[in-house]
């Protein structure tokens, strides 16, 4: 049995019977289909009982065949001064090991100085389920889709694990290199302790280049946050104090990965029940029986204070004035009851509710500090709501923000200091260089309705890598992710949902634990901010050759591409661009 801490099992237990009941006639078909007689037959090709080494980090590897691909015996890196970089080790066993453990030493350099132990991260990679893309978008059944059991969980929880005889157990290896390291080649061992000791050989070159920490990093990711659905998963009372303690280990993840923005509820349910878990507002709005409006923001204050001190301080998205559902929830004193506002977005009633509120609301941000960082935020609304609410909002204060994720709309371009634009369009090039010069931001977004690029938990995980590559090929300024953890029923055990392709709702998953996925989007961030540096060093310099041959490559990466060439292809080709 796998060795687990106390608070992981527990979870991992309960969202395992939850999963169980969820779909007991699940129709399990496997990646790769095989009979029972063919997968006996691939193991029994392996020459020796128990198979050890390096992988690649692009490759989720099936649990109940060896690895299609030849193993290697040492594996080697090139990494700048402040990166995190990965690899994994596979171990492939005919016969049953009891306990498997990884111990990780120094890695040393040739004059002697150190990359400590410390710095090297080892977890266990687990399985979930997980479906296939199907329509996309859409509600769908399970048993009505090819279903299997894939790689993605990263659990450095566990300290041992245990592997049934002929099964695969993938390792995932990330190094953190200091950013005071001198240059040059470290080298030094992992040993996996199986059914003997198998001592693996590493080496890393440390080239005089170096990334900024993550709160520096140029890309803007914005994943959203779900305050709820950790509630929920930890079996702890929304906003406790238990809650806000939990939460930190999340946010804190995520601001490691350079998270800049911080979700914020301002109005209850704001994507009408989409989700597993609710959206509760931050903000209690309360009619009184005189007939004027009282705000209680002080969960509010609470909530951004709190996500600020975990690293996450860069901008407050308020949703959202244009909701999924037209449906704003208010308790009137007068009847004794909450009571739903549904005005329709543009009228004079509509007009009357919001204006109270944001001028309040304007008036207390201004107060707390946090107005010029605050936006109201929009996804996918038709664009006369959008007209109508960017009027209102500047008749109240011609310094509000707009942030919107949605399609590009030249009528109200000028209008968004966020704008967010699905795959499919790309900005004018003039119009991209105007909002850069204007300090506007400028990205990007996937989400159910996107086959290549995108994050699902059956994607090929170099899509995330090739991601941050695509960023700075068109030049936006980052990417969104709609979801970091609105988790599934027993999301450690089934990422599918009722509505979209599995993982689209999550990336990360409880405990907190890392996935492939969340620290592939990671390596493709560092990326782009190497790109970023590249650039401006070859322009400055001179460096025409190195600008236009790294140009030339950035130009190959679009989206229509991916059709024909896989994700791994093309950052395994242009990788070196950023090493050398």
Avoid at 220 to 234: F, S
Avoid at 319 to 336: G, H, R
């Amino acid at each position: 049995m796998k060795i687990l801490k106390i608070g992981i099992l527990t979870i991992f237990l309960n969202l395992f019977v939850g999963a169980l009941a969820q779909d007991v006639s699940l129709k399990l078909q496997k990646s790769i289909k095989l009979t029972e007689a063919a997968r006996l037959q691939r193991w029994q090709q392996l020459k020796q009982p128990v198979w050890v080494g390096f992988g690649t980090t692009a490759i989720r590897y099936q649990q109940d065949i060896p690895p299609l691909e030849t193993l290697q015996n040492s594996w080697s890196a090139t990494a700048w001064k402040n990166e995190k970089v990965h690899t994994q080790i596979v171990v492939a066993s005919k016969k049953k090991l009891e306990r498997m453990s990884i111990s990780t030493e120094d890695l040393v350099h040739t004059t002697g100085h150190r990359i400590q132990s410390e710095n090297i991260t080892v977890g266990f990679v687990q399985y979930v389920l997980t479906d296939e893309f199907g329509n996309g978008c859409g509600r769908r059944k399970s048993m009505d889709f090819d279903s299997s059991w894939v790689a993605d969980i990263i659990n450095t929880e566990l300290t041992q694990i245990a592997v049934a005889s002929y099964n695969t157990q993938p390792i995932w290896i990330s190094i953190k290199i200091p950013h005071n390291a001198r240059n040059g080649k470290y080298s030094g061992f992992i040993t996996v302790k199986a059914d003997k000791d198998y001592r693996l050989p590493i080496t890393i070159n440390v080239i005089n280049r170096t990334l900024p920490s993550p709160q520096d990093w140029s890309f803007r990711l914005d994943y959203w946050q779900h305050p709820a659905a950790i509630a929920r998963v930890h079996q702890v009372s929304l906003w406790s104090d238990k809650h806000f303690e939990l939460m930190r280990k999340y946010y804190t993840m995520l601001a490691e990965a350079g998270q800049k923005i911080i979700t914020a509820s301002i109005v209850e349910e704001p994507w009408n029940h989409q989700t597993y878990d609710d959206f509760p507002s931050l903000i209690q709005w309360t009619k009184k029986a005189d007939g004027t409006w009282k705000y209680d923001y002080s969960l509010f204050d609470k909530y951004v204070a709190f996500v600020m001190s975990c690293g996450i301080n860069k901008q407050i998205n308020c949703y959202s004035m244009v909701p999924w559902k037209i449906a704003f929830k208010y308790y009137d004193e007068a009847l004794q009851k909450d009571t739903v506002f549904t005005g329709k977005i543009g009228t004079p009633e509509y007009n009357e509710f919001w204006r109270n509120m944001l001028t309040d609301f304007t008036a207390h941000l201004k107060a707390k500090g946090w107005f010029n960082i605050t936006t109201i935020a929009m996804d996918e609304r038709p664009m006369e709501s959008m007209q109508a609410v960017i009027r209102l909002l500047k008749s109240i204060d011609p310094e509000w923000k707009v942030s919107l994720a949605g399609d590009y709309h030249a009528e109200i371009e000028k209008d968004i200091f966020d704008y967010c634009i699905a795959s499919k369009w790309q900005y004018p090039e003039e119009i991209l260089r105007s909002r850069k010069q204007q300090g506007k931001a400028s990205t990007w977004y996937v989400c159910c309705t996107e086959k290549y690029p995108n994050m699902f938990t059956f994607s090929p995980p170099d899509e995330a890598v090739w991601a941050g590559w695509y960023t700075a090929a068109t030049r936006m300024d980052g990417f969104l992710r709609w979801a970091f953890n609105s988790w599934t029923r027993s999301p450690l055990t089934d990422s599918r949902f009722i509505t979209w392709p599995a993982g689209d709702t999550y990336q990360v998953y409880p405990g907190p634990l890392t996935s492939i996925r969340f620290e592939k989007l990671i390596e493709g961030i560092q990326d782009f901010e190497k790109i970023n540096q590249l650039r401006k060093m070859y322009q400055q310099h001179g460096e025409t050759t190195k600008l236009n041959q790294l140009e030339a490559a950035l130009q190959t990466f679009k989206i229509e591409r991916l059709s024909k060439e896989s994700s791994r292809q093309m950052i395994e080709h242009y990788k070196h661009l950023l090493n050398e």
